[in-house]
């Protein structure tokens, strides 16, 4: 079982640039494929980045391909995501998610078993 605890979330202007990181405690971080969630008001939640538990392997949603970058430290448990030239879209509630299921071309929230609490970001125009 792991915790996970997102922080760095806040308000700014699009185009500017925001990191977020998340700190588990428990055993076996390694163990885990790590991944970046986002939920929009009204809106499903939606993948946004993963990584491999080696942090050999990054898979992006489109929409983000380009601009965010999801990185681990193992030794430090933490996973971070640096988000720049942010736009309004970006607006959401992040959430750090983790799985133990195998590395497969199929992303989807219900793969993952634990969650974050979630970290506000508010791009505004």
């Known amino acids: 079982q792991v915790q996970l605890v997102e922080s760095g979330g806040g308000l700014l202007q699009a185009g500017g640039s925001l990191t977020l990181s998340c700190a588990a405690s428990g055993r076996s971080f390694s163990s885990y494929v790590m991944g970046w969630f986002r939920q929009a008001p009204g809106k499903e939640r939606e993948f946004v980045a993963r990584?491999?538990?080696?942090?050999?392997?990054?898979t992006y949603a489109d929409s983000v391909k380009g601009r965010f970058t999801i990185s681990r430290d193992n030794a430090k448990r933490t996973v971070a995501l640096q988000m720049s030239s942010l736009k309004p879209e970006d607006t959401a509630v992040y959430y750090c998610?983790?799985?133990?299921?195998?590395?497969?071309?199929?992303?989807?929230?219900?793969?993952?078993?634990?969650w974050g609490q979630g970290t506000q970001v508010t791009v505004s125009s």
């Open positions: 998610a983790a799985t133990t299921m195998s590395w497969s071309n199929y992303v989807s929230p219900r793969q993952y078993v634990y």
């Open positions: 990584i491999s538990r080696s942090g050999g392997d990054r």
